[in-house]
RNA sequence: UCCUCGAUAGCUCAGCGGUAGAGCAUCCGGCUGUUAACCGGAGGGUCGUAGGUUCGAAUCCUACUCGGGGAGCCA
């Protein structure tokens, strides 16, 4: 008899089978025991009739608690009140190990406690489906990077210095010295595409901002791509292509684990390229006619970020801040030097800001001066001016924040389910 | 850092000046198709901490601690 994956159990109906997993949850009455087991593939219900077993496997059906692991052995069976379509009928159980008052009972809980549970949370058919999204979203980056010529490379965790400031960053010593946990590998990539052309990073990145909201996490992970002889208009269209093909991977790979998710999937049906694209200098002329106080030269703030997102049925594009707001490393408009060749994409629902992105200034003369008035130190970014002494080219890149992403594709109140051990303000612990 | 809400049984909450409550979970019993199953019974508490007001405080006041939501900052 063979160990079969829930997943898989639609192909051997009629079989006897193995399934190693876990019970879920269990309901029984004096003649009949269901048993909803799992295993991470899926979920599946077992049944126990007594009738049909030995008086020790019904006494052991009925006595098993949530989350003791079980052995089961049974036949599978079509059966069209499953939600998955499939059934067990259970012969024999082996429990491999008992498990006493787990806490997460199926009744609802609260967000302190879930936490401090997170451990045992992930085990949670909803939890397990955000995961599951998360691993896919990660493939689909891959695949559409991987086979568009880009390469991956991998940047240092622990730094010397900031990229945009000093401020909010993880510090650790590095025997003598101080060093940081990094807030972004973009320096380093830009160094790597003069090496091989189009790269791209993925790890995590550290911000040590004493942030309470739906959007922050202190340890996120983004995708930080960087490409050679690419313009910011070209850079835009790769970051539409790239984010149309997670979508849609992901509806074609996870319909399951949407559909776990109450996801309104025809929302994500309409995220194809191209994205529509605003000025900074329009987006603050519509804030202006909705009512907002904000005048040129001001950031955007959440608020004014989610009703300029709430216009449009897919992600959007804001082209074109002010210089004096953006990072140093942001290529001048030519045509209009007080405003930079970038654009931040929002995602759709109010979900913010999942892309940042620009043009890099190419010319080793202005990123001098870019040093000298935002007062970095030029001995600690001398490495960095070497990529325009030898050689410079114009380039762009961007960065991908995966955990916004993953709550906006799969429709959730809040970045912290998206990742398996979220780091959030004064929460370091399981 | 600021604004705002909260802390009572293992969990989710009610009680808001007069003997500590419910549902779920746990344990025991019943039930042959359950989907957060249902029915009956039992055990389970230093009401976040410290002080104050009062004949009397879970309840009112003060401080502190911890947590939720939001702002700023950002992906």
Redo the contacts with the bound molecule.
Sequence with gaps: MSTVLIKDLPAHIGQRVTVKGWLH????????A?L?IRDGSGFV?G?V???EVSDEVFHTA??L??ETSIEIDGEV?Q?E???SGV?L?IHQIAVVYAS????????????????DNRHLWIRAPRQRAILKVRAEIIKAIRGYLDSHDFTQVDPPILTPSSC??T??LFATSYFDEQAYLT??GQLYMEAAAMALGKVYSFGP?F?A??????????E?W?IEPEMVYVTHEESLVIQEQLLAHVVSHVLEHCSVELKVLQRDTSLLERVKAPFPRISYDEAIAFLQEQGHQITWG?????????VIAKQYDRPVFIEKYPTE?K?FYMKPDPARPEVVLCA??LAPEGY?????GSQRIDDPELLLARFKEHDLPEDAYAWYLDLRRYGSVPHSGF??????TVAWICGL????ETIAFPR????LYP
């Design positions: 949850q269990k309901r029984s009455s004096g003649k009949i269901f909803q219900q049944v009739v007594k009738d009925v006595g608690s949530q069976r059966d009140r499953a939600p059934e009928t006493h008052d787990y806490p997460i009972t199926p009744k609802e809980h609260g967000v302190d406690f879930l936490l945009e400031g401020t909010n807030q972004s990145t911000r901002e004493k942030s309470k909201t739906r959007r922050h996490l202190l996120f983004m001001d950031d955007f703030g959440a608020p004014d970020e989610t707001i990072a931040d994409l913010g800001e999942i892309i940042g960065g991908l924040g995966l955990e916004r109140e809040h970045v912290r959030l303000l004064y929460r």
